[in-house]
C-alpha cells in the first residue's frame, strides 16, 4: 500500500490566457478546478493507473466539502481529518506553452489537536512494508519538524517514506533519514544556498542532502529530466521531447510513478519519467494512464556527462504544486 500526507491540501483552480502580462487586464479563454496539493495529486496519479493507495488529509469548511467531491468524483480512497478551517483554494494562470504562473494560499491553522488526529490517522493506516509519501507545505500552526517526526513514526512501523517538501521542513526532516527526498532545482538551490548551473552542481547538491540523512535524492530538472542519486550511483534519465501543455503536479507525477515502481533503481527512474512526460501532456494537474509508449519514450544514462549545463526555466513557468 501507499499513503500520501497532504497537512495542506487545495481546491486549484486554472484559468487559461493567451498570454501574462504583468499590471493587464486577461480574459480566460477556459477554466476548471481540480483536487490538489503535493500528496493528493501523487494518489490521483497512483489511482489513475490503478495502483492501490490511500490520501490522509485535514478538511474543513464548505471547501473542503467540495474538495471531498471532486476527489469521490476521481474515485481516490481517502481518509478524513476534520477540522475547524477552511481548504485553502490556489489559483493558477497557464499559457499555451505550458508556462503556469501559480498562487498558493496560506491555508488554515491546525490545532495541536487537529494535528494529533491527522498523525493517528496516518499511523493507523502504515503497516509493515508501506510506502508513506509525505509532500507539499505545512499548514500554520504546525511546526517545520513535523516531518522528521511523522517519518520516525513510520520507520517505527516498519513502513519506507519519502518526503516531498522545501525549504526548512525539508532541512529538518533530513536528520530523519527518509528513504527517499524528491526536490527540483529550485528547492535544491534553496536548501544549499546556491545556484546550480550544471549537472555537477546538482549532483554536488544531492549528495548534501544525503549526508544530511536521506538515503535517496531524486531530483526533477524539468527539460532536463530528473538525476536519481544513490550513495554509490549516480544515474540521469530524459523523456523524449513532448508538446508541454501544463508543468502543474509534473514533480508529483514523478515521484508517484518512481514509488508506483518501488521507489529505487533504473527501473523506477523510467517509471517515474514516464509518469512525469505523460503529466506535462496535458492540461491541469491530471495523470493519464501510462502506456508502453510513454515507458518507451524515456532514456537512461549510468555516465551522464556532468559538465551539461542546465536549462534554466523563464521568470513565468513554475514547477511547483504545494
Known amino acids: 500500500m501507499i499513503i500520501t500526507l ?12 493567451p498570454a501574462l502580462v504583468p499590471g493587464h487586464v486577461h480574459r480566460a479563454t477556459g477554466e476548471h478546478q481540480e483536487p490538489s496539493g503535493k500528496g493528493v495529486n501523487v494518489s490521483r496519479a497512483l489511482t489513475s493507473n490503478s495502483v492501490a493507495n490511500v490520501a490522509i488529509l485535514p478538511l474543513g469548511g464548505a471547501e473542503g466539502e467540495q474538495l471531498r467531491s471532486l476527489l469521490a468524483a476521481e474515485g481516490v480512497n481517502f481518509d478524513v481529518v476534520a477540522i475547524r478551517g477552511s481548504v485553502r483554494v490556489n489559483i493558477s494562470l497557464t499559457e499555451p506553452d505550458g508556462h503556469a504562473t501559480k498562487i ?3 491555508g488554515p491553522q491546525l490545532s495541536p489537536a487537529e494535528l494529533d488526529a491527522l498523525t493517528q490517522a496516518l499511523i493507523d493506516r502504515v503497516q509493515p512494508g508501506d510506502w508513506v509519501v509525505a509532500s507539499g507545505s505545512l499548514p500554520r500552526g504546525v511546526g517545520d519538524s513535523y516531518y522528521a517526526h511523522v517519518c520516525q513514526l513510520v520507520h517505527r512501523a516498519g513502513a519506507r517514506f519519502a518526503l516531498d517538501s522545501s525549504g526548512p521542513s525539508l532541512a529538518q526532516g533530513l536528520p530523519a533519514e527518509p528513504d527517499v527526498v524528491k526536490p527540483n532545482i529550485e528547492e535544491l538551490e534553496g536548501l544549499v544556498g546556491h545556484h546550480l548551473d550544471t549537472l555537477h552542481d546538482v549532483v554536488n547538491a544531492a549528495r548534501e542532502l544525503l549526508e544530511g540523512g536521506a538515503s535517496t535524492a531524486l531530483v526533477s530538472m524539468g527539460p532536463d529530466g530528473a538525476l536519481l542519486v544513490c550513495p554509490a550511483t549516480v544515474v540521469k534519465g530524459f523523456a523524449l521531447a513532448v508538446n508541454a501543455r501544463s508543468t502543474i503536479g ?7 510513478g518512481f514509488i508506483a515502481a518501488g521507489g529505487d533503481g533504473q527501473k523506477a527512474l523510467r517509471e517515474a519519467l514516464a509518469w512525469g512526460t505523460a503529466a506535462v501532456s496535458v ?6 494512464v501510462i502506456t508502453d509508449h510513454d515507458r518507451a519514450a524515456v532514456r537512461i544514462d549510468t555516465d551522464p556527462d556532468r559538465s551539461q549545463r542546465l536549462h534554466r526555466p523563464t521568470a513565468s513557468t513554475t514547477r511547483r504544486s504545494a
Open 283 to 288: 492540461e491541469g494537474s491530471h495523470v493519464p
Open 250 to 256: 509534473a514533480g508529483d507525477a514523478l515521484l508517484a
Open 6 to 17: 497532504t497537512p495542506n491540501p487545495s481546491i486549484d483552480r486554472t484559468l487559461e490566457i
Open 104 to 106: 498558493n494560499a496560506v
